[in-house]
């Protein structure tokens, strides 16, 4: 939650693709059911101000919504994930799957809003 007085929650949508392999979808998909995703994973997530996080999967298109807290830290949560051994682990695996759709070396980059039902009368 928010602290008194602080902004509301936001989301943030971010895209990354997997190699095209119905194996790979496999793998992907079982390692984020529940009790497979490492708890340091989600314990690190929420320290750094994620409230919830989704991942959908279109064949081998991945959308990530994330609910974030104002204080949301990004950089704090790339560095903890750099140094944490089973962070390390579990981004190399899941970095495996996946091709990078945006520019050399950006993982899951950020999507940009160009429409909300709401802005329009």
Do not use: C
Not at 13 to 27: E, I, K, N
Not at 52 to 67: H, Q
Not at 71 to 96: C, T, Y
């Amino acid at each position: 939650m928010s602290k008194a007085g602080s902004a509301a929650p936001r989301r943030i949508v971010r895209v990354q693709d997997l190699a095209d392999d119905p194996v790979v979808f496999s793998a992907y998909d079982e390692a984020h059911r529940p009790g497979r995703t490492p708890a340091a994973v989600l314990d690190a997530q929420r320290r750094h101000g994620i409230l919830d996080l989704e991942i959908f999967r279109y064949a081998d298109r991945l959308v990530m919504i994330m609910t974030v807290s104002d204080d949301f830290d990004p950089e704090g949560l790339d560095r903890e994930s750099a140094i944490v051994p089973d962070l390390v682990n579990w981004h190399q695996r899941m970095g495996k799957l996946q091709r990078r759709p945006g520019k050399a070396g950006q993982d899951w980059p950020e999507a940009e809003l160009v429409f909300r039902q709401t802005d329009h009368p």
